[in-house]
């Protein structure tokens, strides 16, 4: 469904996408995993189409993406980011709503549409009311994943979504996004540092370094055929800090 093909981008003296060659096939879950700085989120910025590469092509069911109309095509993507990026000035049903009302689209579609998102993400309709800084971080979570659900996109981006929630929160909420990932079948790509959370929602893993892809496919890939030295020790320092323990026996 989504193909990059050999893109660059610089954004800074410090910093190159450097000729990025990937695919991710449609109702799939991609993790995007790497330190910070990587280019993890460049790729969702590239995608999204806030940016675009200085050479090379990013495809969307074949076409190129900067050769559609942007604003359509944006439609077909969803989008959550930490803390759920909601606007503080707005209740928690205008920031869900927002997208959908920009478009102008029908009171009844809006309203339902509202309705069978709270079911989906377990919160009741009459927290609507509510402003964000009235809302837990977990429920505010849930607010950013209905509104990046509200158009019923066919991609869903998720650019370190659970980063700031504390573990106990994390943990439920990254049981939750499992489970509705295989519910929606929707083309996903998370963008996270934490290998654990990546192996848990995704199969596919994408590890970048320094702007460039440094190996891509399943873990068993990443922990029996490591493609260079960088891939040893990031996987390494995950073993370390998942099972120190275990780590410091062997």
């Known amino acids: 469904m989504i193909s990059f093909l050999s893109v660059s981008k610089r954004l800074s003296d410090d910093f190159e996408l450097k000729n990025v060659n990937l695919s991710f096939e449609k109702g799939t879950t991609t993790a995007l995993i790497g330190s910070s700085g990587s280019g993890k989120s460049t790729v969702l910025r590239l995608l999204s189409a806030l940016i675009a590469p200085d ?68 919160l009741p309709l009459k927290m609507m ?35 700031a929630l504390d573990p106990i929160v994390r943990h439920d909420l990254q049981q939750e996004l499992r489970v509705l990932f295989a519910q929606l079948q929707k083309t996903v790509l998370l963008v996270t540092h934490d290998l654990t959370e990546a192996q848990l929602l995704a199969k596919h893993l994408v590890l970048m370094d320094q702007g460039s892809v440094v190996q891509d496919g399943v873990m068993a890939d990443f922990m029996n055929n490591p493609s260079t030295p960088y891939v040893t020790r990031f996987i390494s320092a995950w073993r370390q800090e998942t099972f120190p323990q275990t780590s410091a026996a062997s």
């Open 129 to 163: 009311s509510r402003y964000p800084q009235e809302l837990s971080g977990g429920q505010r979570q849930r607010v950013g994943l209905m509104r990046a659900l509200m158009l019923d996109p066919e991609i869903l981006l998720l650019d370190e979504p659970l980063g």
């Open 55 to 122: 050479q090379g092509s990013i495809l969307v069911d074949g076409q190129n993406i900067f050769q559609m109309d942007l604003p359509v095509y944006r439609q077909k993507l969803g989008f959550m980011v930490q803390q759920g990026g909601l606007f503080p000035h707005l209740s928690v049903e205008a920031n869900v709503l927002i997208v959908g009302r920009y478009l102008k689209r029908d009171r009844d579609f809006l309203q339902d549409r509202l309705e069978s998102l709270c079911k989906l993400v377990s």
